[in-house]
C-alpha cells in the first residue's frame, strides 16, 4: 500500500454541505479544523518534515522502531518492578492523572492531520483490542503485542507508530502503568475529549512478551464487505449491533494514502465525535472514486469525503441498516451504545481476576475539571 503515490491524495475541497457541523460550545482547541478548510497535499517528505517541526515545538513526539521498541520495553518493565517493589498501588486519581496527560497532548497535533492526536490514538486502542479471538481466548489489549513485530509491522497497523510514539512519552511520566492500560485509557481519553460520551474503564492489563504476538489477519479488511465484518466481529465475539455501533468511530479521523492506501476524511468534523457518519452514509449519493488507489467511494456532492467498502456495506445489507437508520436518527441512542461497546471492546480477552476494581469508573474531562475548580 506505501506504493500508493501520496500525491494521489485529493485536496480536501470547500463545500457548502447540509451535514456541516459547527463546532460545539466544549470544543477546546483552536487548532482543530474542519475539512471544509483546504488542505496541502502531503508527501511522504512533508509528514517527516512535519514531524520534525513538531518535535522543535516542543511537541512530544517520535517515532521509534520495534526493536528498540523491545529494548524500551524492557528498561519500562524494571522501573514497573521497582514500583511494584516499592508497594506503589496506583488509585483511580493516579489514573486521571494520565488521562489528563493524554487529553493534555491530543492538542499538542499542531499541523498534523486535522489539528488533534486524537483520532490516531482511538485507532491504536482498537487495533490492540481487536486481535481478540473468543475460541482461542488470545489477543486483546491485555499484553499490548503491537509492540513487537512482527505485529508492529502488520499491514493494518500502519502508521501506528505515530500512536505509539505519543504514548511513550506519556509512559516516561507513568512507569507504572502497564502498556496495555495506558493505550486503552488513551482510546477513553480521545472519544471523551473529542466531545464522545463516557466510555466506562478500568485497570488491569498486564505487559506480555513477543511470544504473545497474534496473527496478522485479525483486524478487519477495509476493502471487503458485510460477511467479512460478521467473520471478524462474530470471532470477537459481538454481534450485528456492536458491529454498526463500533463503525461509528469513523466520524474521526482520516485514512491516510501512506498508511492504509485510502484517503480521506469520512466526515466534515473528523475530530468531534458525532453520528454524522450515519447520516451521511443515508443521506448522501456514494460513487466509487475514479482514482488510482484502492476501490473506495467519494460522495458525489463535494467529492471530498469517503466510505471505505466495509462502511458501504452496512447500508447494503438490511440487518445493518437497520441499525445504521437508528443511530442516524438519534445522538444519544448511538453514543449509549458506542459507550458500552468501546467498553467492551477495550477488555477483550481480560481475565476478571485481573481488573483493579469490579467497578469500571468514570474518569473525567478536562472541561469538567476545569468547571469544577472555579
Ligand atoms: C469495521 C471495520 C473497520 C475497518 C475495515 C476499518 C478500517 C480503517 C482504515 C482503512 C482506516 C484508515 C487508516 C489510515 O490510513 O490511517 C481507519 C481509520 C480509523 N479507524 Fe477504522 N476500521 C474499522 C473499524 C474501526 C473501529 C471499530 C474503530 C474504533 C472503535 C475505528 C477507528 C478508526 C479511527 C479513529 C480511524 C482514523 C485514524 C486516523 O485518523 O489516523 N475503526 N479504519
Given at each position: 500500500?506505501?506504493?500508493?503515490?501520496?500525491?494521489?491524495?485529493?485536496?480536501?475541497?470547500?463545500?457548502?454541505?447540509?451535514?456541516?457541523?459547527?463546532?460545539?460550545?466544549?470544543?477546546?482547541?483552536?487548532?482543530?479544523?474542519?475539512?471544509?478548510?483546504?488542505?496541502?497535499?502531503?508527501?511522504?517528505?512533508?509528514?517527516?518534515?512535519?514531524?520534525?517541526?513538531?518535535?522543535?515545538?516542543?511537541?512530544?513526539?517520535?517515532?521509534?522502531?520495534?526493536?528498540?521498541?523491545?529494548?524500551?520495553?524492557?528498561?519500562?518493565?524494571?522501573?514497573?518492578?521497582?514500583?511494584?517493589?516499592?508497594?506503589?498501588?496506583?488509585?483511580?486519581?493516579?489514573?486521571?492523572?494520565?488521562?489528563?496527560?493524554?487529553?493534555?497532548?491530543?492538542?499538542?497535533?499542531?499541523?498534523?492531520?486535522?489539528?488533534?492526536?486524537?483520532?490516531?490514538?482511538?485507532r491504536l486502542a482498537w487495533h490492540s483490542s481487536g486481535t481478540y479471538d473468543k475460541d482461542a481466548h488470545t489477543g486483546g489489549s491485555n499484553y499490548a503485542t503491537m509492540r513487537f513485530e512482527p505485529e508492529s509491522?502488520?499491514?493494518?497497523?500502519?502508521?501506528?507508530?505515530?500512536?505509539?510514539?505519543?504514548?511513550?512519552?506519556?509512559?516516561?511520566?507513568?512507569?507504572?502503568?502497564?502498556?496495555?492500560?495506558?493505550?486503552?485509557?488513551?482510546?477513553?481519553?480521545?472519544?471523551?475529549?473529542?466531545?464522545?460520551?463516557?466510555?466506562?474503564?478500568?485497570?488491569?492489563?498486564?505487559?506480555?512478551?513477543?511470544?504473545?504476538?497474534?496473527?496478522?489477519?485479525?483486524?478487519?479488511?477495509?476493502?471487503?464487505?458485510?460477511?467479512?465484518?460478521?467473520?471478524?466481529?462474530?470471532?470477537?465475539?459481538?454481534?450485528?449491533?456492536?458491529?454498526?455501533?463500533?463503525?461509528g468511530a469513523h466520524a474521526l479521523g482520516r485514512a491516510h494514502t501512506d498508511r492504509s492506501g485510502f484517503d480521506g476524511p469520512w466526515t466534515f468534523s473528523p475530530t468531534t465525535l458525532t453520528n454524522d457518519f450515519?447520516?451521511?452514509?443515508?443521506?448522501?449519493?456514494?460513487?466509487?472514486?475514479?482514482?488510482?488507489?484502492?476501490?473506495?467511494?467519494?460522495?458525489?456532492?463535494?467529492?471530498?469525503?469517503?466510505?471505505?467498502?466495509?462502511?458501504?456495506?452496512?447500508?447494503?445489507?438490511?440487518?445493518?441498516?437497520?441499525?445504521?437508520?437508528?443511530?442516524?436518527?438519534?445522538?444519544?441512542?448511538?453514543?449509549?451504545?458506542?459507550?458500552?461497546?468501546?467498553?467492551?471492546?477495550?477488555?477483550?480477552?481480560?481475565?476478571?481476576?485481573?481488573?483493579?476494581?469490579?467497578?469500571?469508573?468514570?474518569?473525567?474531562?478536562?472541561?469538567?475539571?476545569?468547571?469544577?475548580?472555579?
Amino acid at each position: 500500500m506505501q506504493a500508493f503515490a501520496s500525491s494521489l491524495r485529493a485536496p480536501v475541497r470547500r463545500a457548502a454541505f447540509s451535514s456541516a457541523r459547527i463546532p460545539r460550545a466544549s470544543f477546546r482547541s483552536s487548532y482543530r479544523r474542519y475539512t471544509t478548510q483546504p488542505e496541502a497535499p502531503k508527501s511522504k517528505t512533508a509528514l517527516y518534515a512535519g514531524l520534525g517541526a513538531l518535535a522543535i515545538g516542543g511537541v512530544a513526539f517520535y517515532l521509534y522502531s520495534s526493536s528498540s521498541d523491545t529494548l524500551g520495553t524492557t528498561a519500562k518493565s524494571a522501573a514497573q518492578s521497582v514500583k511494584a517493589a516499592a508497594h506503589f498501588v496506583p488509585t483511580k486519581e493516579d489514573y486521571q492523572k494520565v488521562y489528563n496527560k493524554v487529553a493534555e497532548a491530543l492538542d499538542e497535533a499542531g499541523d498534523y492531520d486535522d489539528g488533534s492526536f486524537g483520532p490516531v490514538l482511538l485507532r491504536l486502542a482498537w487495533h490492540s483490542s481487536g486481535t481478540y479471538d473468543k475460541d482461542a481466548h488470545t489477543g486483546g489489549s491485555n499484553y499490548a503485542t503491537m509492540r513487537f513485530e512482527p505485529e508492529s509491522l502488520h499491514d493494518a497497523n500502519a502508521g501506528l507508530n505515530v500512536a505509539r510514539g505519543i504514548m511513550e512519552k506519556i509512559k516516561q511520566d507513568f512507569p507504572w502503568i502497564s502498556y496495555g492500560d495506558l493505550w486503552t485509557l488513551g482510546g477513553v481519553a480521545a472519544i471523551q475529549e473529542m466531545s464522545g460520551p463516557k466510555i466506562p474503564w478500568r485497570a488491569g492489563r498486564i505487559d506480555g512478551l513477543p511470544k504473545d504476538v497474534t496473527p496478522d489477519g485479525r483486524l478487519p479488511d477495509a476493502s471487503q464487505g458485510q460477511s467479512h465484518l460478521r467473520d471478524i466481529f462474530y470471532r470477537m465475539g459481538f454481534n450485528d449491533q456492536e458491529i454498526v455501533a463500533l463503525s461509528g468511530a469513523h466520524a474521526l479521523g482520516r485514512a491516510h494514502t501512506d498508511r492504509s492506501g485510502f484517503d480521506g476524511p469520512w466526515t466534515f468534523s473528523p475530530t468531534t465525535l458525532t453520528n454524522d457518519f450515519y447520516k451521511l452514509l443515508l443521506e448522501e449519493k456514494w460513487i466509487w472514486r475514479k482514482w488510482n488507489g484502492p476501490k473506495q467511494l467519494t460522495d458525489k456532492k463535494t467529492t471530498s469525503l469517503m466510505m471505505l467498502p466495509t462502511d458501504y456495506s452496512l447500508v447494503q445489507d438490511k440487518t445493518f441498516k437497520k441499525y445504521v437508520k437508528a443511530y442516524a436518527e438519534d445522538e444519544s441512542l448511538f453514543f449509549k451504545d458506542f459507550s458500552a461497546v468501546v467498553s467492551k471492546l477495550f477488555e477483550l480477552g481480560i481475565p476478571e481476576s485481573q481488573f483493579t476494581t469490579t467497578e469500571k469508573w468514570s474518569l473525567k474531562t478536562l472541561d469538567e475539571q476545569k468547571e469544577e475548580s472555579k
